[in-house]
């Protein structure tokens, strides 16, 4: 029996031009890959055999490349210029719920004023060098080896070691709204108890006066006061005895608010700045940009309304054209891609001959 064979195959494997490999990724990144064989069909003279295995293919093919290919480095920036480097978590859905029901994407945005940003994202797990990735993107985006840097993160999950790694002189700085939103879950606890004894009424206003400055000295990097005014608040959550029904239950519920917030700050100690100085000078102060960057690279393609379950590799990669889509360098990084040489064979050298 004879079988057709080429020995270019090697070398060519996607016959295909590399507009058209281009144009299949761009779209893939944006729709499901059967999506994206009904709009080809509909509007370019392509094979009936194209289908969505080729597409998905070809579309993880140019995210290696892209991966293997390191952004152009811009002209430098004045040496003023302080870049912003924002991180946050996102969570796929696993392909098989056996090995995971879920795993984390790194999702970042890096920016300076008056600077186009640029948006990052891998699989944590997949690297270990992530270190050494963010190094590389911002030196090649600020143009500079020594850049003025600021790493936002919310503090959980060992963010903050990524900042302590790098080998830049950088800023960390933990996210505002985090800090906020953990001092208003006290607020909303003291303020829903119902106290109905003199006591009760009197240990509510003292915890009142304690809380009511909380923020303020976050705000203004007061961290003793905060420290002082949490650790009275503990005391207070101990020493009260309740009266009325469902004090003694806001009572353990605030103190235990209160101590994550203690272990909160302390786990992410040097990274609270003066958050008032920094806003008044115009500085982010929270990952709202990262946030962003999270429902353009992950929300919109692999968790809102295409919720696929995904593979840790195929998610990084197709996330990888994802974020050269948004950055506007796809075609161009795709055509500086140069692949491994590997030795001809006997026949593809006699083809050639």
Known sequence: MKYPYSPMTEFVPER???ELLSLE???AAQMPYRQVVAMMREFLPVRETLNPVTVRNRALRAGARVEAVQPVACRAT???TEWTLAIERGFVRGRRKSECSNFEVLTGRLSAKDRTSRVLAFVR???PDIVERLTTLVKATSGSDRP???VITDGANGLQSITCRLPLSSTPVLDWFHVSMRVRYLEQIIKGMRARTETEKAARRVLISRVDKLRWCFWHAKLEKAKTRMQSILILCRVIVPETPGIAESLAQLDYRTRALVEYVEANGGSTVNYGARHRCGKPISTATAESAVN?????RMCKRQQMRWSPIGAHL?????CAVINGDLVERLARYEPPRKPLSREAAELLE
């Open 125 to 127: 797990n997949r690297l």
């Open 78 to 80: 004045k040496e003023d």
């Open 16 to 18: 295909a031009t590399a």
């Open 296 to 300: 353009q690279v992950l929300n919109q």
């Open 148 to 150: 003025k840097l600021s």
């Open 25 to 27: 990724a761009r779209l």
């Open 318 to 322: 197709l996330a990888q054209v994802r």
